[in-house]
C-alpha cells in the first residue's frame, strides 16, 4: 500500500481538516495507495506577499522534512502556491507534487489557453510566478477574481448559493470574452465549486487538489521521482534549525 503524505497549509481542527479531506472524493484512485492530511505547525495568516511566501515555504519544508522516514511514499502541497516544493525536492527522494505547475501543464494537454478564476485579486502574484517559471504566461487567457474574501478555514461551506453563481459568471467571461478553452480553479479552498462549475461550463473544469493526488499516484507506479540535477541537496541541511524555528513560532503563536 502507498502512502501520500498531504501537507495542508495553514493550522487547522480536525473538522476543518476534513473538509480538505473531501478532495479525495473528486477523483478515481486505486485500492492501493491511502492519503494522510496534515497541517503545518505555523504559517502565515494568508499569502498576498513575498513576506508570506517565505514563511509558508518555511512552514511546509518542516511539515513535511520527516515524510520519507516516516515511511510515506509521496508527497502533495494543497495550495496552488506550491510552497514547500522545491525546498522539499531538495530535503526528499521522494516525488513532491504542488498543484499549481500541475493545472497548469494539465492545462496545456487539454487546450492551447487556460483562463484561473480566483476568489481574491490578492492571489493574483501566486500565478504570475508559476506562468513566468513554466513559460506560459501567452497561454494565459485571463485570471478573473469574484473578490469574496477566502475562508482557509471553513472554505465554501454554507456559502454555495452566492459564491458558486459568481464563480460560473466568471468563468463564463473568461471562455466568452477571453476565449479561454481550459478553467482552473485558483485555490484548492474552492474545490467544493468544481463538480457545479464543470456541470454549468462548456469547457473542461481543472480541481487542482485532485490533479495533484493522482498526479502521485501516476508518478509512484511509473517509478519517477524529481530530477536531482534539478534539486541539489544541500551541503549542509540544517534539519535541527528549521524544528527550532517551528517550535518558537509555536510559542508565540502563528
Known amino acids: 500500500m502507498a502512502k501520500v503524505l498531504v501537507l495542508v497549509p495553514f493550522p487547522m481542527t480536525e473538522e476543518n481538516r476534513a473538509q480538505r479531506r473531501e478532495q479525495l472524493n473528486a477523483v478515481q484512485l486505486g485500492p492501493e495507495i491511502e492519503f494522510q492530511f496534515e497541517s503545518v505547525r505555523a504559517a502565515p495568516k494568508n499569502y498576498v506577499s513575498q513576506y508570506d511566501l517565505v514563511l509558508a515555504d518555511m512552514g511546509m519544508l518542516e511539515a513535511g522534512l520527516d515524510a520519507q522516514d ?31 505547475r500541475a493545472s497548469m501543464l494539465m492545462a496545456m494537454l487539454l487546450g492551447d489557453r487556460f483562463s484561473i478564476i480566483t476568489m481574491w485579486r490578492s492571489w493574483n502574484h501566486l500565478y504570475t510566478r508559476t506562468l513566468k517559471d513554466l513559460r506560459l504566461t501567452d497561454h494565459c487567457a485571463s485570471v478573473r477574481s469574484i473578490d469574496v474574501d477566502p475562508d482557509n478555514q471553513g472554505l465554501l461551506k454554507g456559502k454555495e448559493d452566492t459564491v458558486f453563481p459568481l464563480l460560473e459568471k466568471t468563468a463564463l467571461r473568461c471562455v466568452e470574452e477571453d476565449g479561454a478553452q481550459v478553467i482552473l480553479l485558483g485555490s484548492t479552498t474552492m474545490h467544493q ?23 502521485a499516484e501516476t508518478a509512484l507506479g511509473l517509478g519517477l521521482s524529481h530530477s536531482r540535477a534539478a534539486y541539489p541537496r544541500s551541503l549542509a541541511p540544517k534539519d535541527n534549525m528549521v524544528a527550532a524555528m517551528l517550535d518558537a513560532a509555536q510559542t508565540f503563536g502563528h
Open 193 to 215: 465549486a468544481h463538480a457545479y462549475l464543470q456541470r454549468k461550463l462548456p469547457v473542461p473544469v481543472i480541481n487542482p487538489g485532485p490533479l495533484s493526488y493522482k498526479m
Open 70 to 100: 516516516r515511511g510515506f511514499d509521496a508527497v502533495c502541497i494543497d495550495t496552488m502556491s506550491d510552497s514547500g516544493v522545491a525546498a522539499l525536492r531538495s530535503a526528499l527522494d521522494i516525488p513532491v507534487i504542488g498543484p499549481g
